[in-house]
């Protein structure tokens, strides 16, 4: 006969739920995460819980902050988290989203990435609390029989109803088949680790589903699927990507975070708020009362936004300093204290359009163009007009792109 819960415990279990499913997008099922809430209450026992990753890039953005709160949420509440390093399914390469197949990683660039993304995760997460496991451990020890016995637990019509293969198919764009095999190994991820929950962005909830699925057939308990909203980029459209160059890199220098948030559109500010603040929903719902009723400046909303996401990430020091140097760049229009320098060889004459390029300030001519035409390029502080013009290069030359990307030319004089 099963033990009457104390009042301490319904309230400890109702607490737990009310904290876990806050801004999430799904969870499958809600019922079933409150009963492995109390279940743990109960045991005094940790649920296990799993966030995979592959490691595609060398540095996460502001994006992967929300799955990282959620995480941070589960370990203050002495859950157990493991970060799943996708280092065998990264060479596969996760075919969510995508109108084509990916460009298969490298052991090398995935080992590499993989060290990044954990320094960067300790920026949020108690690391001597996160157990790392990468995912060739086991799924490099799957034999031939073990493979198709996966292989045998979905259809290729299940994998059809993904409306990214399902475009690929209808456009005659290839699908190959190991890209079939990515989904079935992350949700095996899941068997190995027995995981309670799986967390992830809502374009993976194909792929954490699987992962339910997988454990069912190999007698284990299901894990709770939860997914996070996915955070709009600085464009306000896209969900934020590196690819589409509308994000904010949760390593990159605090002057550029807070410059790159300023820049946020006014629509987009309390879905930040909501996402990768560390605000509480009482306080990010009066924001909003107070903004609709305009009785706070949007401008001073962004600042003690940007404020926050640079304290979480760096510290409060950092943030008192990048609001200073964002004041003393915009409001008193002066450079930054400190510019990267690039060290230029070659000749000293240069026209704009190989000068910014070269650079790597712009990735084009044509947007060279393009910005100079819009008033966006400067040299000392001193806007370019003409893409004819011949510029001549001296040391401690500063030139800037829009209002917050600038280098210091230093001539190499071997």
Same mark, same amino acid.
């Given at each position: 006969?099963?033990?009457?819960?104390?009042?301490?415990?319904?309230?400890?279990?109702?607490?737990?739920?009310?904290?876990?499913?806050?801004?999430?997008?799904?969870?499958?099922?809600?019922?079933?995460?409150?009963?492995?809430?109390?279940?743990?209450?109960?045991?005094?026992?940790?649920?296990?819980?799993?966030?995979?990753?592959?490691? =595609?890039?060398?540095?996460?953005?502001?994006?992967?902050?929300?799955?990282?709160?959620?995480?941070?949420?589960?370990?203050?509440?002495?859950?157990?988290?493991?970060?799943? #390093?996708?280092?065998?399914?990264?060479? #596969?390469?996760?075919?969510?989203?995508?109108?084509?197949?990916?460009?298969?990683?490298?052991?090398?660039?995935?080992?590499?990435?993989?060290?990044?993304?954990?320094?960067?995760?300790?920026?949020?997460?108690?690391?001597?609390?996160?157990?790392?496991?990468?995912?060739?451990?086991?799924?490099?020890?799957?034999?031939?029989?073990?493979?198709?016995?996966?292989?045998?637990?979905?259809?290729?019509?299940?994998?059809?109803?993904?409306?990214?293969?399902?475009?690929?198919?209808?456009?005659?764009?290839?699908?190959?088949?190991?890209?079939?095999?990515?989904?079935?190994?992350?949700?095996?991820?899941?068997?190995?680790?027995?995981?309670? #929950?799986?967390?992830?962005?809502?374009?993976?909830?194909?792929?954490?589903?699987?992962?339910?699925?997988?454990?069912?057939?190999?007698?284990?308990?299901?894990?709770?699927?939860?997914?996070?909203?996915?955070?709009?980029?600085?464009?306000?459209?896209?969900?934020?990507?590196?690819?589409?160059?509308?994000?904010?890199?949760?390593?990159?220098?605090? =002057?550029?975070?807070?410059?790159?948030?300023?820049?946020?559109?006014?629509?987009?500010?309390?879905?930040?708020?909501?996402?990768?603040?560390?605000?509480?929903?009482?306080?990010?719902?009066?924001?909003?009362?107070?903004?609709?009723?305009?009785? #706070?400046?949007?401008?001073?909303?962004?600042?003690?936004?940007?404020?926050?996401?640079?304290?979480?990430?760096?510290?409060?020091?950092?943030?008192?300093?990048?609001?200073?140097?964002?004041?003393?760049?915009?409001?008193?229009?002066?450079?930054?204290?400190?510019?990267?320098?690039?060290?230029?060889?070659?000749?000293?004459?240069?026209?704009?359009?190989?000068?910014?390029?070269?650079?790597?300030?712009?990735?084009?001519?044509?947007?060279?163009?393009?910005?100079?035409?819009?008033?966006?390029?400067?040299?000392?502080?001193?806007?370019?007009?003409?893409?004819?013009?011949?510029?001549?290069?001296?040391?401690?030359?500063?030139?800037?792109?829009?209002?917050?990307?600038?280098?210091?030319?230093?001539?190499?004089?071997?």
């Amino acid at each position: 006969m099963e033990k009457e819960l104390t009042q301490k415990q319904e309230n400890e279990i109702q607490r737990q739920f009310d904290i876990l499913v806050s801004n999430t997008t799904s969870v499958v099922e809600k019922a079933e995460l409150k009963n492995k809430i109390k279940i743990s209450v109960v045991n005094n026992k940790p649920l296990n819980v799993k966030l995979g990753l592959d490691p =595609s890039a060398p540095d996460i953005h502001l994006g992967h902050l929300v799955v990282l709160k959620k995480l941070k949420q589960f370990q203050d509440l002495g859950h157990k988290v493991h970060l799943v #390093i996708g280092d065998f399914t990264g060479m #596969i390469g996760d075919p969510t989203g995508k109108s084509k197949a990916r460009v298969q990683l490298t052991k090398e660039e995935v080992k590499t990435n993989a060290k990044t993304y954990i320094e960067q995760f300790g920026r949020i997460l108690d690391m001597n609390q996160v157990e790392v496991h990468y995912n060739s451990t086991w799924l490099t020890k799957l034999n031939i029989y073990e493979l198709i016995n996966l292989l045998s637990t979905t259809t290729v019509a299940r994998m059809l109803e993904r409306n990214d293969f399902t475009q690929r198919f209808d456009s005659h764009t290839p699908i190959y088949l190991h890209e079939f095999l990515y989904p079935l190994f992350q949700g095996y991820d899941s068997v190995a680790l027995k995981a309670d #929950i799986e967390l992830g962005g809502n374009d993976q909830q194909y792929n954490l589903l699987v992962g339910r699925k997988l454990q069912e057939y190999f007698g284990q308990s299901k894990q709770v699927v939860m997914t996070m909203p996915l955070l709009v980029g600085l464009d306000g459209k896209n969900k934020m990507s590196k690819s589409k160059n509308n994000y904010i890199g949760i390593s990159e220098n605090p =002057s550029i975070i807070f410059g790159k948030v300023m820049s946020l559109p006014d629509e987009q500010m309390i879905a930040y708020y909501k996402l990768v603040s560390s605000f509480d929903d009482k306080e990010v719902s009066n924001f909003k009362d107070q903004l609709d009723e305009n009785q #706070i400046n949007p401008k001073d909303l962004k600042e003690q936004l940007a404020k926050n996401i640079i304290e979480q990430v760096y510290d409060l020091g950092a943030a008192n300093k990048a609001q200073k140097e964002f004041e003393r760049i915009f409001s008193e229009k002066k450079v930054p204290e400190r510019i990267e320098e690039f060290v230029w060889s070659g000749d000293i004459s240069v026209s704009p359009q190989n000068l910014f390029t070269k650079t790597g300030l712009l990735s084009s001519k044509s947007a060279v163009t393009r910005m100079l035409d819009n008033g966006g390029l400067r040299i000392n502080s001193q806007k370019l007009t003409n893409k004819n013009d011949v510029i001549y290069l001296k040391n401690g030359m500063i030139i800037q792109v829009g209002k917050r990307r600038f280098l210091k030319i230093v001539i190499n004089r071997d």
